[in-house]
């Protein structure tokens, strides 16, 4: 293949302007229309020291204020060149090239700044002054910039605005304070040609940023504890984060500057402004969990144990999980605090406390936050469970990080825009992509991204990655790509008998009276620990069992509602109970068993593990798509691509020899429209191993025909002829029956009946 020719200056403008639709006037860039190459500009032939760097006619220098391409918006975007220096990038190819960049000191708008503690006296064309640097590329540079005193503004300016017709139009700004942006701490107003003459002044601006300004909240000690008490400051602990020497891959498809006005400073109200703080994540549908709070309706043991029992209840503290705690902690703490992108991926079976672990962590970091101890940072659940399409959670991310809902299309756009040029956000975003198994596109364009952004030295993107198995990203991704992206993996283990008795019994802690005995919870934690050491199969069963001696208990005694196993109560007639009444309310191995066989023993749960795997993949997937939208009924043709789906994630031998058969194929869907042509496809190098896994999950075999047995058997109702991909489908018997049934059936593993 013929090396990609790069693309010009204009058509760099073009592919931007079309891509966002951005409209921008093309009259007064400096930097000429051509693509002429960066030179460096020294201060003598003999020390060859770079003072200046110069485009073609433009030319600026070591102190100069900039202008910078700002993504999507007429935003200006201005810094001091601090320093000249070259750093490595990759090419269109990914071959390492000697790029020509500037450090630069930035200014910040109000916008930037953490709006509780904003200003209220802000100019529409202000700048603050900050103490923040990074290292940019010269072809973000799109102009100089005349930064003035308030005064010296009005002086040159008496009706307080520029004419459109002046060369300094959309260029000048009053800068008359200091900011430190993660602080929203200022200094005292100063005159700024007073503070800032040149080059030689950059240094005694800095320091009275600095000085006048509160730093960067410290980093905490050394040991990491979750108790919010140990977190003790000390004078050591004030120092500023460092900037990672390390550089990192800027997205070739950066658009160069292009003609533009965009950085005329309009009135600072535009939507990325807005910028919320997702404390809590993003609610996107209206498939609410349940909490059931123990406080709440509380009157027997028996009830506090359901609920403390209840996979939806939120548990104090992990118990078992401490080490994946730790390692997650330090590792979001660390990306945080230095304002770097990261990657981690978590692995592990369902119920092995990956969700809960991810969110207690966040939660410590969200209080850490709360007492000024830690930079503050996004966050944004997204959960490919709760996603009808994959693409949605490019609008998730944009949203949460700018207010707006946009449609995928564009929003991908945009973070494309906003992940590869500079920025002066200083705000991380912390994503939790939950059931990524889930987000799997036909071109693997979802993953891809999300593991990728993070790399991109502007996007202060910390991702982390929720999946059941293991290997997804080199299934989905190929090894080739999986390794570049290199992702911090963590592995959560099944839990060991021992450990999910531990898990049981804390949650039992406040119940007050015994009504579970400790033989059953060892029992049902031996039973489920020798399975899959699925915390919430191991809840479930104990929850369930809870229930079944609630009901002994009252059938004893009918009079005896809800009371505590051997609470005196009365009997209609107005006797004190029996001490038989209340041994029969505790839950012991017994009843354990009877929980255990309840879903398994029924002549429906035997003759749902007597199908054929074809109809359990049918049921999977139909399951798959009631979870994933909520609504009771899907069409034959969603079934089928969820099946598809399935085919690709799950790991079980029988699932892959049947996909394997050959058998006909499925007709071919329509390419994928998002990600295809973008810059955010995985470059071809990922795509052979990717579409062999999507050619082996078509053969799935005539799915019609199976919706049309397990029809006649009343286990789904379908609405359509015999294999007609339009046609409706629902459950005809209870979801729980199936997965009941099935959870534990071997030939079902990987197939999503235990989540
Ligand atoms: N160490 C633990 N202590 C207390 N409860 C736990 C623990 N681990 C898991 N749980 C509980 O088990 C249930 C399942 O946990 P969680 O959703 O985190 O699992 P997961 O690994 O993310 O599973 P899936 O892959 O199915 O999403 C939750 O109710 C959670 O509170």
Redesign the pocket.
Known sequence: MPPKRPRTKIEKARHYLSGGGVVREDSDDELGLEDLPWEWIYEDKKSMKICGARMGKFECYLGDAVLLKAPASNEAWVAILYEFLEGEDEDDDGDTIIEKQARMLWFSSEKEIRSKKKRTDFLDNELYITTNTDENALTTINGKANVLSKEEFDRLYPNGKVPRSSKAYGKTFVCRRGVNTRTATYTEEFNWEDVYKGREDMDSLEELVESQTVKTRRRRAATKTRDLDDFVMDDDDFDEPETPKKRRKLNSATPTPSKAKQLTPRKFTTPSGRKIITKKPLEFTPLGTRMLSPSQMQSSPYQIARSTL??????H?????ETEFDTVYSHLEAAITAGTGSCIYIS??????????V?EVVASLQSAVAEEQLDDFYFVEINGMKVTDPHQSYSLLWEALKGDRVSSAHALELLEREFTTPSPRRVPCVVLM??LDQLVTRNQGVMYNFFNWPQLRHSRLIVLA???TMDLPERTLSNKISSRLGLTRIT?PG?SHT?LMT?IQ??LEGVGKVIVEPDAVQFASRKVAAVSG???RA?DICRRAVEIAEQESTQQDPGKENLAPGTPSKSPGGQKTSALASKAGIVTIGTIKRAINEATSTPLAAHLRSLPLASKIFLAALLSRLRRTGITESTLADVVDEARRIGIMAQNKNVEAFLLTPGPMLEPQPEEELGVGVISTPSKRGRPAAKKEIDKAARVLGLGAVAMELSEAGIIGVESRHGDRVGRVRLGVGEEDIRGALREDEESRGLGF??
């Open positions: 209840h996979v939806s209840a939120v548990p503290a992990l118990p078992c999980r592990g079976t369902p119920g092995t406390g990956k969700t809960a672990t969110r939950d059931e929720v999946a059941n959560f839990y450990q898990i804390s949650r699925d915390a919430r809840l235990g989540s």
